[in-house]
């Protein structure tokens, strides 16, 4: 590692590509000797997630999609599930800019995955569609059948049922003229006043 400063100084009064295109291709290289260790690429999982970042900004897609598929199993065996999801999705970006649809398939399809682990039923739908579509239009029956697989494991939309509110105006009936002659006053009559006659008391 270099001091802090180091780094920003030497951007700024040095032409850092060619050392840069040195790492990419060696690290590449370097991942794909150790493709079967993944314990090996985890502990330098770090340090290829930021190599796969530089052949992204260097526009070497090659490497940066052998990079993230190099990388991948080691990501999930180890519980990494951001830099999972960093480094499938730099893999997508190189499959498309590359025209490779078998790749951006296989992208398509692994970041769907993760979606369905972490429980994230729409994305995984959308993403898992969009990788089956493309692999039955290629000749690929084994990866075509995993992405139906794992399409099938992600829960249908639940649809909320329809209410229909019916209204109705009242209905307008005429008076009928007999209720009227028969029907009590709407208030009592008035009666008459009550008259109180004070009596007076003998004087004891």
């Known amino acids: ?23 990419i291709t060696y690290f590449t290289a370097w991942a794909e000797r150790y493709r079967r260790s993944r314990d090996t690429l985890l502990d330098d999982g770090e340090a290829l997630v930021r190599v796969q970042q530089h052949a992204i900004e260097m526009r070497r897609w090659g490497e940066a999609l052998r990079l993230g598929q190099l990388l991948e199993c080691a990501l999930v065996v180890g519980a990494r599930w951001g830099a999972w999801a960093i480094t499938l999705e730099r893999c997508l970006t190189a499959a498309k800019s590359m025209g490779d649809r078998s790749a951006e398939a296989w992208a398509l399809h692994e970041i769907g995955t993760r979606a369905l682990c972490l429980g994230e039923a729409a ?82």
């Open 123 to 204: 994305a995984a739908r959308t993403l898992l569609s969009q990788a089956l579509k493309l692999r039955e239009t290629m000749d690929d029956n084994d990866a075509t059948a995993a992405s139906r697989r794992n399409l099938s494991f992600v829960l249908p939309p639940v649809s909320a049922p329809r209410v229909t509110i019916e209204v109705r105006e009242p209905a307008t009936t005429q008076p009928d003229d007999r209720l009227l002659v028969h029907s009590p006053p709407l208030r009592d009559e008035s009666r008459p006043p009550i008259h109180l006659t004070a009596r007076k008391r003998s004087a004891v």
């Open 1 to 23: 590692r270099l001091a802090p400063g180091v780094g920003d100084r030497l951007r700024q009064t040095e032409d850092l590509n060619p050392w840069v295109n040195r790492a």
